[in-house]
């Protein structure tokens, strides 16, 4: 069994939140694969043109799996609905994720974050697992609600366990980690006080 310090959820989980986030994802399946990769399917909307790429994304990993869904897409009520299955994520997708992302938060407009976006949903859940010491096993993201799948260990025995977690549990979790992170640091006096 690997230590707590050789998997870093938190960071795994929320790079691949990055990457998905921007298509707009309505639902999703993410698992472990070979080699410490993980594999995500699910479904997203378009609300624009049907079939249609949208026009920001550059040639990625992302720009494939849209030109890949154009093949898939159905109308509903004036939208698209575009299937995506089994992309992987590697190691080294992770690695550049992460780094493009640093790279985004660096240079923050001063919006609010959203802390119900998927990258942050994926975030919380890694904390969570970081914060447990559990394995990953899968997750699942469905109607704003996030189940977890993770194995731990319970008086010495391993065990399969089931979380779920809602928006307000979510929020709450976000907001426990971010001030576990910044501690409230007290003012010292000056002098000219």
Same mark, same amino acid.
């Given at each position: 069994? *690997?230590?707590?310090?050789?998997?870093?959820?938190?960071?795994?989980?929320?790079?691949?939140?990055?990457?998905?986030? *921007? %298509?707009?994802?309505?639902?999703?399946? %993410?698992?472990?694969?070979?080699?410490?990769?993980?594999?995500?399917?699910?479904?997203?909307?378009?609300? *624009?043109?049907?079939?249609?790429?949208?026009?920001?994304?550059?040639?990625?990993?992302?720009?494939?799996?849209?030109?890949?869904? *154009?093949?898939?897409?159905?109308?509903?009520?004036?939208?698209? %609905?575009f299937h995506f299955s089994k992309i992987r994520f590697t190691r080294s997708n992770i690695e550049l994720l992460d780094q493009a992302g640093k790279a985004s938060r660096t240079s923050w407009d001063g919006n609010p974050l959203n802390p119900l976006g998927i990258s942050h949903v994926l975030r919380m859940a890694g904390a969570y697992l970081d914060s447990k010491g559990s394995l990953f096993l899968r997750l699942s993201w469905r109607h704003d609600k996030l189940t977890v799948w993770h194995f731990k260990h319970f008086n010495g025995m391993g065990v399969e366990a089931k979380e779920m977690f809602t928006p307000q549990n979510l929020y709450d979790q976000w907001v426990r980690h971010f001030n576990a992170r910044k501690p409230h640091r007290l003012l010292k006096p000056t002098g000219s006080d």
């Amino acid at each position: 069994m *690997k230590s707590k310090a050789a998997v870093n959820y938190q960071c795994i989980l929320r790079a691949i939140g990055q990457g998905i986030e *921007k %298509l707009g994802v309505e639902s999703f399946d %993410l698992e472990m694969s070979d080699n410490h990769g993980f594999v995500v399917s699910g479904t997203y909307r378009e609300t *624009k043109s049907p079939c249609a790429p949208k026009p920001r994304l550059k040639k990625s990993l992302l720009s494939l799996i849209i030109n890949a869904a *154009k093949n898939k897409c159905k109308q509903k009520t004036g939208s698209t %609905l575009f299937h995506f299955s089994k992309i992987r994520f590697t190691r080294s997708n992770i690695e550049l994720l992460d780094q493009a992302g640093k790279a985004s938060r660096t240079s923050w407009d001063g919006n609010p974050l959203n802390p119900l976006g998927i990258s942050h949903v994926l975030r919380m859940a890694g904390a969570y697992l970081d914060s447990k010491g559990s394995l990953f096993l899968r997750l699942s993201w469905r109607h704003d609600k996030l189940t977890v799948w993770h194995f731990k260990h319970f008086n010495g025995m391993g065990v399969e366990a089931k979380e779920m977690f809602t928006p307000q549990n979510l929020y709450d979790q976000w907001v426990r980690h971010f001030n576990a992170r910044k501690p409230h640091r007290l003012l010292k006096p000056t002098g000219s006080d």
